[in-house]
């Protein structure tokens, strides 16, 4: 008979797998991890995704371990290249202002990944790499870290202007011409 909880219920019996390939939130190739026997046997197994971990299954673990190591070095090269680009890259910002120069919005990290994506790196990066602490909501030059994959981070170069400051600087270049 099985034990039941506190609640009643029966516990949900776990089962060891060997992982083929990255799964997010659970592990990536050549782990072997614990998972509920039905997550198992109706989806990690028909898909592919999976062996059971068997003494024979074991062994495959080391032919894992060489893909799963040559992804992570291609990974990583390709985050050290991201990060390299977004080192070089120095974005110019408008935050709305009003007079006296009061912030009617701010600068968040969706504003921040967009600009990058339209930038001339063409990078496209999860919002939640780039680390803001809280939005930027005046002026000036700031230096924002970014978290890339495998633990690469790099700092971006942003600078904040105010909607009536480029007016007034559009207006000025017209006025030379």
């Known amino acids: 008979m099985r034990a039941l909880s506190p609640q009643g219920h029966k516990h949900m019996a776990n089962t060891q797998v060997i992982l083929k390939e990255h799964i997010k939130g659970l592990g990536a190739e050549a782990d072997v ?9 109706n989806y990690l197994l028909p898909q592919g995704k999976a062996y059971e971990a068997t003494k024979g299954n074991l062994r495959h673990v080391e032919n894992l371990k060489a893909v799963r190591a040559e992804r992570e070095s ?3 090269a390709e985050a050290e290249k991201t990060a390299s680009k977004l080192r070089k890259l120095k974005l110019k910002m ?18 921040i990944a967009k600009a990058v994506a339209e930038s001339v790196a063409k990078v496209e990066l999860d919002r939640h790499m780039i680390q803001l602490e809280r939005p930027i909501k005046n ?39």
């Open 139 to 177: 002026t000036g030059s700031f230096e924002v870290p970014v978290k890339l994959d495998h633990g690469v981070e790099c700092f971006l170069k942003i600078t904040v202007v105010s909607a009536s400051e480029d007016e007034a600087r559009a207006e000025e270049a017209e006025a030379a011409e």
């Open 94 to 111: 408008t935050l709305a202002t009003g007079q006296g120069g009061k912030a009617f919005g701010s600068i968040t990290t969706i504003d």
């Open 33 to 41: 991890v614990g998972v509920k026997r039905g997550f198992a046997r």
């Open 74 to 76: 291609r990974e990583i």
